[in-house]
């Protein structure tokens, strides 16, 4: 049972990059998905997410640095969810993590990523001329 992410590299600013968010082992249909992300010297910070669709409260979010840039997709049928990352600066610079919990994203809570009980690896997007 385990989370795997793809897609991270080095981009341009300006430029796009979709990440990927594989489940294996297990399905996400009942769960929400999240990316968080962190950058050298800083705190985690969540990204965006994305509840299950037969979770009550539904929905997908975003940080307000991200809003209008990045779009979290599901595609329950192969258990992955996919961030598409745009207009992307050298201060998205990090090191992406994939979460995932049961039902709803919670992205009201305190300390959002403590209600993720599933993590990946976590990848590197460097964005940089």
């Known amino acids: 049972v385990q989370l795997v992410e793809s897609g991270g590299g080095y981009v341009q600013p300006g430029g796009s990059v979709r990440l990927s968010c594989a489940a294996s082992g297990f399905t996400l249909e009942y769960r929400a998905i999240a990316w968080f992300r962190q950058a050298p010297g800083k705190e985690r910070e969540a990204v965006s997410c994305i509840s299950s669709r037969s979770s009550r409260f539904g929905g997908t979010y975003y940080a307000d640095s991200v809003k209008g840039r990045f779009t979290l997709s599901r595609v329950d049928a192969n258990s992955t969810g996919y961030l598409q990352m745009s207009s992307l600066q050298p201060g998205d610079t990090a090191v992406y993590y994939c979460?995932?919990?049961?039902?709803?994203?919670?992205?009201?809570?305190?300390?959002?990523?403590?209600?993720?009980?599933?993590w990946g690896q976590g990848i590197q997007v460097t964005v940089s001329s």
């Open positions: 979460a995932t919990r049961t039902w709803d994203c919670t992205w009201t809570a305190e300390n959002i990523a403590h209600n993720f009980d599933l």
